[in-house]
């Protein structure tokens, strides 16, 4: 069992930056890919971000490549989203993952992950 807790979600102007963590629970967080996905009214939830389990993989999508980067502490169980120039469009409940699987995954689909956090609340203004 593995309990995921985010901080760090906030409002912020476009152009800004937050910096998201999830701090998981349990002695096996190294056995989990873990990930960042999003999810805003009405939408269904989007990926965001990935790291493989040694950290040594990572994958994004597009639309936030070259802004936001995704890492990850196995030795304190937390990995973190940096998140800079912040758009509107970010806007969204971001939630932080995890999926138990072969060192060097980086799965991008919601089935894929086996446990999920509450979700932190990122709201950009324009």
């Known amino acids: 069992q593995v309990q995921l807790v985010e901080s760090g979600g906030g409002l912020v102007q476009a152009g800004g930056s937050l910096k998201l963590s999830c701090a998981a629970s349990?002695?096996?967080?190294?056995?989990?890919?873990m990930a960042w996905f999003r999810q805003t009214p009405g939408k269904e939830r989007e990926f965001v971000a990935v790291?493989?389990?040694?950290?040594?993989?990572?994958d994004y999508v597009d639309s936030v490549k070259g802004r936001f980067t995704i890492s990850r502490d196995n030795a304190k169980n937390t990995v973190s989203l940096q998140m800079n120039s912040l758009k509107p469009g970010d806007t969204a409940v971001y939630y932080c993952?995890?999926?138990?699987?072969?060192?060097?995954?980086?799965?991008?689909?919601?089935?894929?992950?086996?446990?999920w956090g509450q979700g932190t609340q990122v709201s950009v203004s324009s």
């Open positions: 349990g002695r096996t967080f190294s056995s989990y890919a």
């Open positions: 790291i493989s389990r040694d950290g040594g993989v990572t």
């Open positions: 993952a995890a999926s138990w699987g072969l060192v060097r995954l980086v799965p991008r689909l919601e089935y894929e992950y086996d446990y």
